[in-house]
């Protein structure tokens, strides 16, 4: 019988020990769950973010065109994949451009990041003599 009684606290500890162990690890996956969760939407901003800063500069890029072929822009937003860009041209004192464009990362209905792009076209001098 002596055998017996001391057979059955070992299958207890060895329980006990199975589940502290599982536990540990439960709060380890845990803890490295809310880690990856952190990381992933840290990189899902800076992407936003960069997406957004190529908008902007590509709005500046579309301006300069249609000044250059058309001599004006034209008005209201342009939607993109992902985003839309707003873009104005503001004339300056100096009779150089101003062109103003903000690219906005659209989620959904939501914008999730914006950034600005500001670039001035100063007019040329004429030199005297030249016409």
Known sequence: MTSQAQ?????GSSLVLVLGTLTVL????GVLTS???????????RANDRYAMELARSGVDWARGWLME???V??????????EID?????LPSGGLRIVSVGHVVVGVA??????????????????GTP
Not at 7 to 11: D, L, V
Not at 26 to 29: H, Q, T
Not at 87 to 91: D, S
Request: proline share 5%; hydrophobic share 40%; net charge positive.
């Open 35 to 45: 880690i990856l969760l952190t990381d992933l939407r840290e990189s899902r901003r």
């Open 87 to 91: 873009v104005r041209v503001e004339e």
């Open 26 to 29: 439960g709060l380890v996956l």
């Open 7 to 11: 057979a059955r606290p070992e299958r």
């Open 74 to 83: 034209p008005g209201g937003p342009l939607r993109v994949e992902g985003g």
């Open 70 to 72: 058309k001599g004006r």
């Open 111 to 128: 914008r999730v990041a914006s950034r600005r792009e500001v670039v001035v076209l100063e007019a040329r001098a004429r030199v005297s």
